[in-house]
């Protein structure tokens, strides 16, 4: 069993910072790839950026929002800076990874709510 465990989200004005985590935990063999989602009100879940074998980030973020990931920890970190009304959305982790039985899994945390409103 693997589950990944987010933490940071919140209210902040426009201009403000925010930092969020993901912590992976269980049976896990590798994780390649780890990245964070979002799905704003009456939208689709999108990227918002990832890290893999390269980092890629949703133009609409590009410059402000920055991942990272400690792999020791196998956690990831989305610090977000300059937001934004828009960027108001439920954010999710999401892992690919194998766990220990060898098998590739693609795994979602539970969400964390992040509003930028004054």
């Known amino acids: 069993q693997v589950q990944l465990v987010e933490s940071g989200g919140g209210l902040v004005q426009p201009g403000g910072s925010l930092r969020l985590s993901c912590a992976a935990s269980g049976s896990i063999f590798r994780i390649d790839a780890m990245g964070w989602y979002r799905q704003g009100p009456g939208n689709q879940r999108e990227l918002v950026a990832n890290s893999g074998g390269s980092t890629n980030y949703a133009d609409s973020v590009k410059g402000r929002f920055t991942i990272s990931r400690d792999n020791a920890k196998n956690t990831v970190y989305l610090q977000m800076n300059s937001l934004k009304p828009e960027d108001t959305a439920i954010y999710y982790c999401?892992?690919?990874?194998?766990?220990?039985?060898?098998?590739?899994?693609?795994?979602w945390g539970q969400g964390t709510q992040v509003t930028v409103s004054s």
């Open positions: 999401n892992a690919g990874l194998y766990g220990r039985d060898y098998v590739f899994r693609s795994i």
